[in-house]
């Protein structure tokens, strides 16, 4: 995830881009760079870190004087942040800034260096500036970004300058966002409307690959082909100036649970681009020999352990440990020949789980690493990395690095049991399928916000409530549990659901809230039975089911029905509801959000 903006028209464009970057910078600050039209052509410049970095080299070097540019604000995904990796990124006459993920980069690399393309830096994006300048003829702009773009895949948002046409900026994108605004006498292009919100009246939101041509005297949009596309209404962005960073939301936590739909395919898609037997392949070249696996996290990342060893043992049936990475270090852990560690971790910095990390490599035994921050401690000691691609995660309690981390292991177990043939081809393919459909099915989860906004109005004045589930849905209930304590400071528990009545149940008096997860056809009745044990004792039942496992007796007082799906991606699409309960509560009870007491996003202190 990184953040672009564009201009042309601007009195002095290369200030306006830095105010523009500035406001994008909650979508990184690995680097940052700018182009800017001068008389002498484009020029470019760039820095390693945040916007500041690239303010001091402006002020030292002089600001380029031009009126049309392009801007960017890298969040690290193909390459460690640096100088040489920061956008924009030119080949021949073509330079751009890109955010989203080219899938098939590593392919399009090895063929355009086959036709003799030497390229400079690490990034996708790169790739992209060579396509296009292989496709450009001059006076043929929309010709060669449309041909361009047959041959990417991934998700991308581009803005394009060609050095033979200095009047003109282009926009083009594929399920990564971006605008174009209407000021008066300057137009825009920016990843959101906040960007440039200072400068405009109104906007237009492209649809997928139409390309957007901006002028001084107006803006147009291309089909592929050259045709005009649809007319489209303008917009008005009446957005408050306050709300820029948050991208128009009340709470950075908000905005990342609503776009989770977005993160998990940017998690997902480059991961399925070569069909179920290339799952993870780059970054796992070979998993065979693989006994024992023990993923290895703290808090949120723990519990994502905790559904990944379900879906490891019940589809590759490799023996599968969750250990908390603070006791796994002092617990002398007993590693052999055929043990992988799988540490998984948002921020790759906490210091709990890279002693583990130290402690297993010391022992000789390899190292896995989920890891959303590229370049992190964590990513440089593991032997393999995974990377979330989910972009800067800013709120303190996690969500779209949840379930991130979460689809990724779900991945992992369906590449190890596609290999040691623990499932049947068909069934990796269904599961292979539903996979890539998940971004969707989380789409549909977040349309039922409202009821779960009275629900947390209903029960905000509780001071305990509780989580049942079994199986993976008990995962699912821990997770749930510690979003809602967490951030709303009502304090909560969860359950395995048979275990409740072997003590906690003496705490549960009328009308404590207690949710039930039951997405496990074959567990159902028995979580439904506990439930009803709590709910003969006063409690306000919620149940979290799939559609298809809704039983006939309404023995609950609330009822959220999820989307039917393969069970064993019901923890992503089961986890999303109750992130936003969470936070709904917290709202309710007026607590500080993104910031609860106590809390650091990254625990670098053991
Ligand atoms: C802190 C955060 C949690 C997070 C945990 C692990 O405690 O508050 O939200 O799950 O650290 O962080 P990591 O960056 O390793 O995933």
Redesign the pocket.
């Given at each position: 995830m990184c953040g672009i903006v564009g201009c042309v028209g601007a009195e002095n464009a290369a200030a306006l881009l830095i105010e523009g970057l500035k406001k994008l910078e909650y979508r990184g600050y690995d680097s940052s760079g700018i182009a800017v039209f001068t008389k002498d052509g484009i020029r470019v410049e760039k820095k390693q870190g945040r916007i500041a970095a690239l303010e001091e080299k402006l002020a030292a070097d002089g600001y380029p004087k031009g009126t049309l540019g392009i801007g960017h604000t890298r969040w690290a995904t193909h390459g460690v942040p640096s100088d040489v990796n920061a956008h924009p990124h030119s080949c021949g006459r073509v330079t751009l800034v890109h955010n989203g993920i080219i899938e098939n980069d590593y392919e399009l690399r090895e063929e355009l260096e086959r036709e003799g393309a030497v390229f400079l830096s690490e990034t996708d994006t790169e790739v992209a500036a060579h396509l296009l300048d292989r496709f450009y003829t001059p006076g043929h702009p929309v010709e060669a970004i449309a041909a361009a773009m047959k041959r990417l895949r991934g998700t991308f948002a581009l803005a394009i300058l060609f050095s033979d046409d200095p009047e003109h900026l282009y926009g083009v994108r594929k399920d990564s966002p971006l605008i174009v605004g209407i000021g008066e006498g300057e137009y825009f292009l920016a990843s959101d409307v906040p960007a440039i919100l200072n400068r405009i009246g109104r906007y237009y939101l492209p649809e997928d690959r139409e390309i957007a041509v901006l002028s001084r005297k107006g803006v147009s949009f291309l089909l592929p082909d050259g045709t005009p596309a649809p007319e489209k209404e303008p917009l008005t962005a009446d957005w408050s100036v306050d709300a820029a960073e948050k991208g128009g939301y009340p709470h950075f936590m908000l905005k990342e649970i609503m776009e989770q739909p977005e993160t998990l395919r940017a998690a997902i898609g480059p991961r399925c681009a070569h069909g179920v037997g290339g799952i993870l392949k780059k970054e796992l070249p070979d998993v065979s020999g693989v006994e024992r696996i023990l993923i290895v996290?703290?808090?949120?990342?723990?519990?994502a352990g905790m559904v990944g060893k379900h879906a490891i043992e019940s589809l590759a049936r490799i023996p599968t440990e969750v250990c908390i990475?603070s006791e796994f270090r002092y617990q002398n852990p007993i590693l052999k020949k055929g043990d992988v560690v799988i540490v998984?971790?948002?921020?790759?910095?906490?210091a709990d789980?890279l002693a583990a990390l130290r402690l297993a490599k010391e022992k000789g035994t390899p190292v896995w690493a989920i890891v959303?921050?590229v370049g992190s401690s964590?990513a440089r000691e593991a032997d393999r990395v995974i990377y979330l691609y989910v972009g800067p995660e800013i709120a303190?309690?996690?969500t779209k690095?949840?379930t991130a981390?979460v689809a990724l292991l779900d991945l992992l177990a369906i590449r190890l049991a596609y290999e040691r043939k623990t499932v049947t081809e068909e069934r990796a393919e269904r599961l292979f399928g539903a996979m890539n459909r998940l971004p969707e099915t989380v789409r549909l989860v977040l349309g039922q916000t409202e009821r779960i906004r009275n629900l947390a109005k209903f029960n905000r004045e509780a001071e305990h409530s509780f989580f049942i589930g079994r199986g993976q849905d008990y995962a699912v209930c821990c997770e749930g549990s510690?979003k809602l304590k967490?951030i709303s400071y009502q304090h909560s528990e969860a359950y395995a659901a048979g275990e409740l009545k072997h003590g906690t149940i003496s705490l549960i008096t009328p009308g404590t809230p207690v949710v039930a997860v039951a997405t496990t056809a074959a567990l159902l009745e028995k979580t439904v039975s506990n439930a009803k044990e709590a709910g003969s004792r006063g409690a306000r039942l919620l149940l979290l089911t799939r559609k298809s496992l809704k039983p006939r007796d309404t023995f609950y007082r609330d009822l959220l029905l999820l989307p039917d799906e393969e069970e064993l991606l019901m923890p992503v699409i089961a986890i999303v509801p109750l992130q936003y309960y969470a936070y709904c509560t917290a709202v309710e009870r007026g607590c500080d959000v993104d910031k609860p007491r106590n809390?650091?996003?990254?625990?670098t202190v053991e």
């Open positions: 996290a703290c808090g949120s990342a723990m519990h990475a998984v971790s948002q921020s790759g910095e906490t789980s959303n921050v964590i303190v309690a996690t690095a949840y981390q510690l967490e809390l650091a996003k990254s625990v």
